[in-house]
Structures are given as C-alpha cells and as structure tokens.
C-alpha cells in the first residue's frame, strides 16, 4: 500500500462542523455566496462543475489541482473560516443526489483548444482529489459518511453503481489520512447500522483504507463483531487475511474463528479454513491443525439427493437437471481441499502437522473422511516430501486396522468427484498397499482399487484395470493373488463394464509361466466369465479356444496342466446354470453351446489319456468344478453319465477265495468291514493293477487296450462321489459298498523283512502303500459327512487303518533311500516329479528337523517319537553352538512331514469327526476289546492325525505370514501343495467352521487335562511311573500341544479385529468361557476374555512337556489381547512362566528333556517371563545371582535348585537371554536431564547401581563358563551395554557426581571391574585368533577407550580433574594370567585410573576402566 505515514509539517487541526441538516435555515444569499466560493475556487484551481448530469471536467493534472485550492485557502484573508465556507459549497453542491454521483465518478479531460496541449487517460473524481487536500480531509470525509445513510437502503442504481459503495472507494488508498484513528472509528460505527451488504463492503475495504497503526485495533472491533454476526465471516475474514496484525491478534481471532467453525454456513467455510490455515505460526501448526481436522465435519456437507447426482453426472448418465444444491457443495468441499492443498504446498510445518494429526488418532471411529482426503492430497502435491510420508502414514494406519473399509467406502460415496482430481494419487496409493511384503495392509489396498473402478469414469476404470493386470503379471505371490481375486469380484459385480476391459485382462495369457494351479484357475475363471458369461465377449471366445487347443496339445506336462485348467473352467462358464432369458430356450442352455461343450470335453478326455497324470488331473478338475460351480443340469450329465461305470470297470473286481496271476509281492484280501453281508464281495484292484502297470513300464499303448493307472484311482473316485452328492443331493447309497470294500494288497508282514527285499520290490511296497492310505483319504473325505451310526462307525475304522498303515510307511521308507512316491497331487510342480531335496537319501536325517510333526504310529518303538530323539542330543557339549547343534542332530527313522505333498488333500469337513469323543489305550485294553463299541470314538493316534491335519489347515489360512521375496537363483517353493480344496474356501469361511468346532476341541483339551491329571494321582505326583504306556503318554502329549496350537491360531487370527467379524470373536470366546460357567447371561467382550483366560489357566498343572507349556503361555497372551486391559494380565503370565520355569520336565521315559528343540523352546519361555515381570532387573539379578551361583555348585548333571530348567546344557540359553534383556533394559532407562530433582537423580542412579550390579555378575560367570559361544555373547551385549552406559548413565553421573559422590564411586568401582574382565576377553581372542571372538574385539575396544576419557570429563566438569592419573596395563587371559608374548608392547597400552578425592577425607580410590585396566599389582 501506498501510504505517507508522516509529514514534515504541522497540521493545523480542524474541527469537525456538526451534522449537515436536510432542512437548512440559513438564508440564500449566504448560501449562494458560499456555493461561489467553492466554484470560484474550483474554477480558479482547473475544475469547471457541470450541473447538465455530465462528467465535471479538469483542465490540469489532479496534483496541480490539490495544490492550487490548498494554495488558495490558506492565502485567503479569511483563513481558516473561508474552509468552513469552501465546505458548505460543497455540502449545498453535492445536495442533488445527480450532481452527488457525478461528484463521485472520475472527472474528464477539458476539450477546449487552449488547453489541448494537456491530456491524460484517467483522471479521478472530484471527491477523490479534494480528500488529497489535508486541510479539507477530516470535513470532507465527515460530510461524506453522514452522506451513506441516505443511500444505503436504495441498493444499486440502473446503471449498477452502488452510492454507499462508490463513497467507500473514495476513501481507499490515499497518500495520507490525516485522522485514521477517527476515520476508524466513525466507519466502525457506520457498520453497526448499515445493512448487511453495505457491512460487506466497508469491511472488506478496511486494510485498503486504513493506515498499519489501526490494524491491530480494528481487529479486536472485528473480531468482536465476528462472534455477533456469522454472515459476516467472509468478509471479517478477508478483511483479517489483508491486515498487518501481531501475532497475539492472529491467534485471539483465530481461536474465535474456531470456535464458531462448527456453526458456518458451507458456502463461508473455504474462506474460514483458509484463514486459519494461513494465520499458523510453526510452534502452533499442530494444535491448530488438530483441532480444525476435528471439528471439519466434511461428512455433513453432502445432501442424499445430491449423492445421487453427483455420481450421476460422474457417470454421465444423468437425464435431468441435477439438485440445484449439488454443485455449490460440491464447489465448496473443492474449494476448501484446493485451501488444504495450497497450505501444504507452501507451508512445510502444515504438511507436517497433518501427518502428526492424522498419525495421533488411536481409534477406528475417530478417524474421518477429512483424513483419507489430506493424505490423497499430500500424495499429489508432494510439497516438502510430503509423498513419503503420506505412504508411511497409509500403511501404519492400515497396518494397525485405524483405516477401515468402511471409512474408505464412505469416502468414496460421498465425495467421487471432488475425488477424481486425485486419482493419480489413489492408484498409486493403492498399488503400494497391493505390493506390501505385509498381508495385513493388502486387501486395503484391494478396497482403494474397487471403490476407484466403481466411483470412478471410464479412463480411471481402463487404469485400474491395467494397474491390476501389471499386478498379476509381477509373478509375485500375494501381489498375484490379490490382483487376480479384485479382477473377479469386478466381473461379477459390474460384468457390462469389465466387458469393455477384456482384451486387457486377455494379455496376461502371456504370463502364465509365472502363475501357480490356483491362480491359473482364477484367471480362466475370469477370461471365460468375460468370454462366455451374461456378457458375451464374442471377441475373446475364439482367441480362448485357440489357447486351450494349444495346450492341450503341448507334450511339455505344465503345459498340458495349464490346458486341462482352463478347460475345465470354461466349460464351468458354458454351462453355468442360467434362469430364464432370452438367449436360453426354457430355460436350458442352446443347442450350440451344448455342442460345443460336448465337444470341448471330448477334446480333454482325449488329451489327458496319453498320460494317467493329466488324466488325474481332469478328474480332479471336474470334480472341483462340482463342487465349486453351479452347473446346468444337462452339463451335470454330460458329466457324470459314465462315471460309476468306468471307475467299476476299471477299478472294482468281485472277491474270489484265490487271487490269480504273480506279482512282485503275495497278493491277499484286506481290510475287509462287510465280513457279514451275505451279497457278492467286491474289492480294489490295487496291487494286480499296480503291478500290470509297473511290468508294461515304458511300452507303447496298443490302439485296441485301454491302459487303467493306479494314479487315478483317487482322482476317479473323488469325481463319481460328487456326482453321486450332487445327483442324489448328499446319498451315498450307490457307493455306499465302497466306505467298507477290501482292497487286494500284500500281506504287512513283508515289512519286517523289508531289508531283505530287493530295491525294486522295496519301492513296489512303498508305492502300494502310499496308494492305499491315499484311497482311504478320499473314502474318509466322502464318508465323513454321513449321519448313520455304522457308516460312522466305518468312517472311524479307516481313520485307525491311515494311521496304523503310516507306521508301516515309515518302516518301508527307512529302508528304501532316494525312492520317489506316486504323485498324489496334480495342479503343482510336484506332479512333474519333482522330488524335495528333503526326500532324497543324503538328507533323510533332516527330515524331522523341519518343524512339522511326524503323523503318530501305533505300534512304532519308542524311539521313533521326537520327544525321545532329542535325548540323543545329551551328549551335546554346551559349548557347541545351537546352530552347530542342529547340524549334528541325527535322527532315527523317517518322518512323513516331507512326503505331505504325496498324500491326497483331506476335505475340511473331515475334522468334523473330532466331534466324536475319545477313547484311550488303556480303556480299550481293560474291556480286552472284546465288547462292541456302542459309541463312536476316537482313539489318540486317530485324534493327532486329524488334529496336525487340521493345524496344518488353520496355519496355511489364518496365519498371516509376512511374504517374502525369493532369493535370487533359488528354486521357488509352492507352499500351497496339498491345500487346493482348502483354497476354494475364504479365511472367513475357515475362521467360521472352527469356531463351530471349538466345543469338541475343548472337549478334547479337557480330556488330555484330565489324562495327565488321573497319571500324576496314579503315580503319586510324577508323569513317568513304572505304569505309564510311553506310546500313549506321547501321543496324548503331541494332541495336548496340537490342540493349544490350533487354539491359539484360531483366535489369533487378523480377520477378527474387523468390525464385521466381532461376533465371531465374540462366539468363540463364549465356548471359552462357557465351559468354565455355564448358562451364564450375555457378557461384555471384556468378561468373556477374563473367563476364558480363567478357564485356560486350569491346564497349566498338566502340561506334559516345556513346548506344551510355552503354546499354552502364548495362548494366553493371545487371549487377553484381545479386549480388556493386558496390564492387568502380565503378572499373572509372568507368575505361570516362572512356575514353567522352576518345574523340572522329565520325558515318560524318566529322562530330562533336552536337546535343540527344548533349547529353543526355553528360550522363547524365558524371555516371555522377562518381558512380563514387573522388575526386569531385580528378576535378571535374581536368576543371575541365585540360579548360576547354585549352578557352579553341583555335580555336572545336576541343576540349579532353585531354577530346575537350568543345567549345564541350558546355561547358554539363559545366559544369553539374560545378557540380551538387560541390554534392552538398560537402554530403556530414560536419560538425564539438568532439570531433573535430586529425588529423580537418586532413583535413576538406583535403576543403573542395579543395571551394572547385574553386569559385573554376569561379566564375571566367564571366568567359569569360558566356552567360546558364552564368550561371544559377553562380548556382543557387552560392547552394547557399555554403549548404551556412555550415552545414558555419563550424563546423569555429570549432574549427579556432587550431591551423590559416594553412590557415583561406587558405581564406577563396580563397573570397572567389568570392564577389566572384558578386556582380559579381548586378550583371549586374540591369543586364540578365533575370528568368531576378534570380530567384536575392535569395536569393544574403542568403547571402553571412550569411557576413560568420558569419566574423564566427567570429573573435569566436577573440578576434580587432579584426581586422574595414568598408569601401565599389562594384558591378561581370563584367568588373569599375564600374556606373555605380548609384554614388549606393554608400553603402547595406556592404564587409566580415576581418583575423585573428597577434599575433607583422604582419598578414596576408585579403579577407572579402559580399555587396558590394572590394579595396582599391576
């Protein structure tokens, strides 16, 4: 602005006249002179006055004039009166409201000829420059607002001027007001009668009027006015923003603008959010950003009706005009995100503070659409790296479950199109979130693409549609699957616009290298839902067949599997069941597409007989294909026609007394249950046709000869079982014969001979073995479901003949190395014959090691259990690391944990049979089995095969594991091999189904409690009585341990902190806590996890083994997780891990458990006591300064007695995790201030006696325990301790040295004599050269170096710098022996040693520490 803000002269003051009245008693003379006085000086000084209503015309430059009349005034003899006179001229002029407005209006250039040589453009009114004149200033401007009422309720005039506004305007910008103080206030009270338009008008002048010195005042009147009167907002607010206000003014207005934000109009809240965000200093961003993100309730600016035209014209279907409120809101919620975004473009601390803000809010339903929206924003402008930080706080929001759904969905269906201008930000959001190596942010990011594909035009949708393309042809896991799960979700629901995307989604055919069975299947479920669905994309039809032909043609195996997938699916899309509509003829499907599924049929049956592995297959994929699709019944037909023919002409034979032919093995009948059926036995033809194939091996087929495989024995039988299901809606009865049919087999007893068999006949036993339990698999997996009691009763008998024929299995592959089984599954790589490495003959003893347990035999010896082999590992020294131990772990026999792939899928609806009860050994040996079973039950082999079956399952869905990346050049490995039909299942629907079998786990939770609980009475207190069956005590031990596991994955499942899983959670912690008070009432979700945390600490007395008592520790933490306060749960988890602790665990053998497992396991437990104990270090001090001292005192295999788990061969687990946690303590301990009071300095100094206390203690066990792996721990937490002492504790002993002296010495006393032993360490690594050990030694030695000089300074701060002094220290091994070949380089190493002297006492010596230390003997 262009203002004089002082001049060099004095003004002469001048008095105001009072009021002119309309009724004037002055006579005419006076006022016509007066009136001359006023024309003559306007005439003299260049201004001629018109009064025809034309422009007054000047013939000189407005400068010229003002100084002519302010000339002519002060040399006039009547002086100062003649003003008063030139005034009321000018009053009696400006009394015709015409000459008034022309007086208003600019003047014009005279036209006259002797005045032509002057011109000008423009030239301002004759108002305007007569304010220019200081004399007449204050009178002028008084006349003219005395002027504005008369005006003021008229509005404009024709030509649109408006008068009150047009006097304003004379007032703005000029080179000096005279009295602004008074201008000020005489406007102020203008604005307090004017109507509200007039209001406006003067306000908004304001900063153009008036001069810097009024800003501050005129803003509090302002600010004042503010709170009276909101429809002035807009302008006050304008008015502000233009004003030079103190900081003070800035914030006291914008507190009031805050506190009147929830009551503005929509129209005036862009206006008021600008403001505020532009009035933010850097020190009060984050409060004021906070608060407006609070009360900026974007979520009430959006009307129903208008919703529904702003999505109408976003899809430009919209047929009428839309609600005439939609575009001012949706022009207001643009214009203040556009306010938003301009902030944080240009203000770093905005951006920032709305991070923070967003970032602070802890709950789900605080967050709100405003939030989603910023961090679309800061994505786009990315002003001062605000992009980073808006994927951070994404991902952190999503990750914690604060970012749900439905917030997202709400945003997208109120605020589309404001939304769109940040599209590019959204689909980069989105892909982030879709390739996150973390499962629990992707299916967000799923959401942000639906939402973007429906809210959104045709180019957004062609973009998600290629962002999700680019997604599946990554080759990357979860990326893939997810992508592949939105693009058909987007096809079912919105088919006529994916039909315009197909030939996008065709291009991925050119990466099905990269893809597995299951996202192969989706992806044909796709194409042929765009090619052949509803929706008929006639233009990929032909390129679909063109692929499948080819395929199927292939002779490469992947190939082929990829072509009997995707016929599969397409014939499931053809032959889709469709209602009535014109292109069915009543309903059935039209004559050419059912020839063309006859003969796209024909065409797979005919490629997969080439090979019994692609033949499989097909079997398999037609039957999922029943399951899973809801097929036309003439496809069903087609179908299922010939299938129990074929399967009894291929497979079934009738039963004769004497099996004829010579095969590798003596053929015989078994496993026969219909003994009593008086009708024609029939069998399975296995071992005959096991036998046929093995001899014909390698020769060509004959045209005339069908050639029958074993290998579709399974796949065959799965197929006609589902088309019997679906046929007959659930009877079996057709097939009914097959549940108890025998199968011709081989006599077992060959497997005790097996070592004297020859290879070929080892491996012909394998493969028959392998084949019989797969078809007892799919026998359970079809008769599981049936109600009758006998069917049942058979069901059960072939569970026990699974589990007793896996023995035998184990027996036959221990002695049959590199042997490859029969492939069992056939949509993976497996089905190529690929072979695990775990399977081959090098690796056989490293088969147990790989965390899967072992399925449970009946009759094997006892050695053969894992709890038993880890007792070979007794011998173990404990100096031989854990990593070394596991490489040395031999173990016997073969587990069938690496043969999981050569086994056929058991159906989720088989664990439906745990909710039999259970029956154990002893039982059954004390009725001698001789009474017939009434009751079906299950026995403990049968319940740990379900129960690692089912663990198995609720690992593989529920478990969100983070993904990882492949290794460069290693081979990929497809962990979904064996859970096809799960995968056909939602994590939902899994989470769903265990829930409901949550009773009968609990059931058999209370029967393994109660087993072990009757053998402790029975054997007075110990579990390995002489009584004790050691094959039923390990079984029951492996089914305890299963079931806590199970338990604990279900209910730590991440699906449950959804909203709309919350009743799930709710019901399966009620079967929890039911069982501990029944028919109780509906309790809150709070009390359901204290009973159910009750009811679970009842087992703790029973635990048979460490690994089951740690599942057990770890459900509980789950548990109490999930609502409640967990503070309140810790001592209680803290108390049983302890108890765990200090109970001595025995095998049912009577041995001590031992071994890496054990190790491991210890491990785990003790650092979960540590991190639940109140006091960490007191409990470190405790273990450390009892347990260990106790240790050093017994006989080598004893243990510490008050610490049973802790023994020579568990030292280093403890010492480890004990070094480890007080490292992490220590580094918790909050750091010293100057400002801290003596009481805090005392209780900080406390915390670090006891830190360092319990360092010198565990420093000093080396001395004892000198094996290199306790070594390299010392070493390790050492150096970390001692870093963590030089950045937290020095501070704190600088302010703490004089009021603490004697506490400080003491510290240092103590802590030098850890830091001596660790630089004897250092000495012995390096004596030793041990490179393990010298890796630390460097970055060891630096630090303690660090520390002499760091006390140094310490005590040069305190004024005791005189007592330090240096000395020579000489190197020593751990046993403090001096090393001899080092001592001609004594004189480099440097001792340094602090003496802080109290100056009224002697001296008192307190040993420094460095990194070379001595005492004085030295």
């Not at 309730?297 to 047929?319: G, W």
């Amino acid at each position: 602005m262009r203002k004089r803000r002082s001049v060099d002269k004095k003004e002469t003051s001048i008095s105001a006249p009072s009021k002119a009245k309309k009724s004037r008693s002055i006579a005419d003379p006076p006022e016509e002179t007066s009136q001359s006085v006023f024309a003559l000086f306007l005439q003299e000084a260049g201004v001629t006055l018109n009064y025809g209503g034309e422009s007054n015309e000047i013939a000189v430059d407005q400068v010229i004039f003002q100084k002519r009349i302010q000339k002519q005034l002060q040399k006039s003899p009547k002086f100062p009166d003649i003003v008063k006179e030139f005034i009321s001229g000018l009053e009696a002029h400006i009394e015709d409201a015409e000459r008034f407005k022309i007086s208003l209006l600019p003047c014009v250039p005279q036209t006259k000829l002797d005045n032509s040589s002057y011109s000008s453009s423009f030239q301002e009114s004759l108002l305007r420059m007569l304010l220019g004149v200081e004399i007449l200033q204050t009178l002028i401007i008084n006349t003219l607002l005395e002027k504005v009422p008369e005006f003021m309720l008229e509005g404009t005039s024709d030509g649109g001027l408006s008068i009150p506004r047009m006097i304003i305007n004379q007032l703005k910008w000029l080179d000096r007001v005279v009295d602004s103080k008074e201008l000020s206030s005489k406007l102020m009270e203008l604005v307090s009668v004017a109507p509200v338009e007039v209001q406006r008008d003067i306000i908004t002048s304001l900063p153009e009027i008036l001069e810097d010195l009024q800003h501050n005042d005129i803003a509090q009147e302002l600010n004042s006015l503010l709170k009276e009167n909101t429809q002035l907002t807009v302008p006050i607010l304008d008015a502000l923003s233009s004003l030079n206000l103190s900081s003070s003014i800035i914030t006291e207005v914008r507190t009031a603008v805050m506190a009147t934000l929830v009551a503005v109009q929509l129209e005036d809240l862009p206006v008021v959010v600008k403001f505020i965000l532009h009035s933010v200093s850097a020190s009060d961003a984050l409060e004021v950003v906070s608060s407006l993100r609070k009360k900026l309730e974007l979520e009430q600016c959006v009307l129903p009706s208008v919703l529904q035209d702003s999505q109408n014209r976003l899809k430009n279907k919209a047929t009428q005009a839309p609600n005439s409120k939609a575009p001012g809101n949706l022009d207001s919620i643009t214009l203040i995100l556009d306010g938003i975004k301009t902030a944080v473009r240009f203000q770093k601390t905005i951006s920032e503070a709305w991070l923070k803000a967003i970032e602070a809010v802890d709950e789900p339903e605080d967050h709100k659409v405003v939030d989603l929206l910023v961090l679309f924003i800061l994505h786009t402008t990315n002003a001062n790296q605000s992009r980073k930080g808006a994927e951070r706080v994404m991902k952190n929001k999503v990750r914690s479950g604060l970012f749900q759904e439905a917030l997202l969905q709400r945003t997208f269906k109120d605020h589309a199109q404001v939304m769109r201008v940040y599209f590019p930000s959204i689909l980069a959001l989105a892909q982030g979130l879709l390739r996150s190596l973390d499962p629990s942010v992707v299916p967000f990011g799923g959401h942000m693409y639906r939402h973007s594909f429906t809210a959104f035009d045709s180019y957004c949708q062609q973009e998600v549609v290629g962002a999700l393309v680019t997604h599946v042809c990554s080759g990357l896991g979860g990326e893939v699957d997810m992508a592949l799960e939105l693009l058909c979700g987007l096809v079912t629901e919105n088919p006529k616009d994916m039909a315009l995307y197909a030939v996008f989604v065709k291009g991925i055919l050119d990466y099905m290298d990269n893809l597995n069975s299951q996202q192969i299947r989706k992806l044909f479920y796709l194409l042929s839902t765009l090619a052949f669905g509803q929706q008929q994309g006639s233009h990929i039809q032909d390129d679909m067949h063109i692929v499948i032909r080819k395929q199927l043609s292939s002779t490469v195996p992947k190939y082929k599997r990829i072509g009997i997938i995707g016929a599969v699916m397409i014939i499931g899309s053809m032959g889709a069941y469709r209602s009535k509509g014109k292109e069915t003829q009543n309903g059935s499907l039209p004559q050419e597409t059912k020839r063309q599924l006859t003969a796209l049929l024909e065409l797979v049956q005919s490629s997969s007989e080439s090979s019994p592995e692609a033949a499989a297959l097909y079997f398999d994929e037609l039957a999922n294909l029943i399951v899973t699709a809801n097929l036309d019944p003439h496809v069903q037909e087609m179908i299922g026609k010939s299938v129990l023919n074929d399967f009894q002409d291929d497979f079934v034979v009738d039963l004769s007394p004497n099996i004829s032919g010579s095969f590798l093995l003596p053929a015989c009948s078994m496993y026969n249950l219909d003994e009593d059926d008086s009708q024609e036995q029939i069998a399975i033809n296995l071992l005959p046709l096991l036998a046929k194939e093995a001899q014909h091996k390698g020769e060509t087929k004959q045209q005339s000869e069908k050639k029958v495989s074993v290998l579709c024995l399974s796949p065959f039988f799965r197929l006609l079982r589902l088309c019997e299901e679906k046929t007959h809606k659930g009877d079996l009865e057709e097939i009914d014969a097959l549940l108890g049919c025998p199968l011709i087999v081989t006599d077992l007893n060959v497997i005790d001979k097996a070592e004297s068999l020859s290879k070929s006949e080892k491996e012909f036993l394998c493969t028959l073995l392998f084949h019989t339990i797969n078809w007892f698999r799919e026998v359970v997996n079809a008769f599981c479901k049936q109600k009758d009691p006998e069917m049942k009763m058979k069901v059960m008998t072939r569970l026990q003949n699974i589990t007793y024929l896996q023995t035998q299995l184990v027996k036959a592959l221990a002695v049959t190395p590199g042997y490859v089984p029969p492939v069992a599954n056939f949509d993976g790589e497996s089905a190529e014959g690929v072979v695990p490495n775990s399977v081959t003959a090098g690796n056989k003893g490293k088969k147990e090691s790989t965390g899967k347990k072992r399925k449970a035999p009946e009759k094997t010896p006892p050695q053969s259990s894992s709890q038993l082999n880890e007792s070979n590992d007794a011998e173990e020294s404990q100096q031989e690391p854990v990593e070394k131990q596991k490489e040395k772990e031999v173990k016997p026999g073969v587990g069938l944990g690496a043969y999981k792939a050569y086994f056929r899928e058991l159906d989720f609806e088989v664990l439906s049979v745990l909710q039999c009860g259970l029956i154990s050994c002893s039982h059954l040996n004390s009725r001698m089995n001789t009474e017939v079973r009434e009751e079906v039950l299950l026995g403990p082999s049968e319940l740990v095969f379900l129960l690692e079956d089912m663990h198995q399952k609720v690992e593989f869905s529920l478990h969100a594991a983070p993904a990882k990346r492949a290794p460069f050049l290693k081979g990929k490995v497809d962990k979904s091999v064996g859970f096809s039909h799960l995968q056909q299942k939602s994590p939902k629907d899994i989470a769903s189904c265990c829930v409901q079998l949550l009773p009968a786990l609990c059931s058999h939770l209370e029967n393994c409690h109660n087993y072990f609980q009757t053998l402790l009475s029975e054997n007075n207190g110990v579990t390995d009585g002489p009584a004790t069956d050691q094959q039923e005590h390990h079984l029951m031990s492996q089914a305890y341990q299963l079931l806590l596991q199970i338990l604990n994955t279900i209910l730590n499942w991440s699906g449950f902190s959804q909203p709309s899983q919350r009743s799930s959670l709710k019901k399966a912690l009620e079967v929890l806590a039911g069982r501990l008070k029944e028919g109780e009432t509906e309790l809150s979700l709070e009390q359901l996890v204290k009973c159910s945390f009750e009811y679970l600490q009842n087992f703790r007395n029973t635990t048979p083994s460490l690994s089951t008592a740690l599942c057990l520790i770890q459900l509980l933490t789950t548990v109490s997780g999930k609502g409640g306060h967990t503070a309140t749960y810790r001592k209680e988890k803290a108390s049983l891990a302890r108890r765990f602790l200090n109970q001595e665990w025995v095998t049912a053998a009577g041995e001590r458990e031992r071994g890496t497992k054990f190790n491991e396991t210890l491990h785990t437990l003790l650092s979960l006591y540590l991190e639940h104990v109140d006091d960490v270090l007191k409990a470190v001090e405790e273990i450390a300064g009892e347990g260990f001292s106790e240790l050093i005192n017994t006989a080598k295999d004893e243990s510490s007695a008050s610490w049973p788990t802790l023994h020579r061969q568990t030292f280093l687990v403890f010492y480890k995790v004990l070094m480890a946690v007080l490292e992490k303590s220590a580094r918790k301990i909050p750091a010293a201030k100057m400002c801290d009071s003596t009481e805090v300095q005392s209780e900080k100094l406390l915390t670090w006696n006891l830190a360092v206390r319990d360092f010198h203690i565990l420093v000093n066990l080396v001395k004892v325990f000198d094996s290199r792996p306790v070594l390299n721990v010392c070493l390790k937490y050492g150096r970390l301790f001692l870093e963590s002492f030089l950045k937290l504790c020095m501070p704190l002993l600088d302010y703490s040295f004089k009021k603490h002296k004697e506490d400080v010495q003491s510290l240092l006393k103590t802590f030098q004599l850890s830091t001596r032993q660790l630089h004897h360490m250092c000495g012995h690594s390096k004596i030793h050269q041990d490179t393990n050990l010298t890796n630390h030694v460097p970055a060891l030695k630096k630090s303690l170096e660090l520390f002499v000089y760091r006390v140094k300074a310490m005590l040069t701060l305190n004024n005791c710098q005189e007592a330090f002094w240096m000395g020579n220290l000489k190197n020593r091994n751990l046993k403090g022996e001096e090393i001899l070949s080092q001592k001609s380089q004594e004189s480099d190493d440097e001792e340094e040693e602090e003496q802080p002297k109290n100056q009224d006492q002697s001296d008192t010596e307190v040993q420094g520490s460095d990194k070379n230390m001595s005492d004085d003997s030295d």
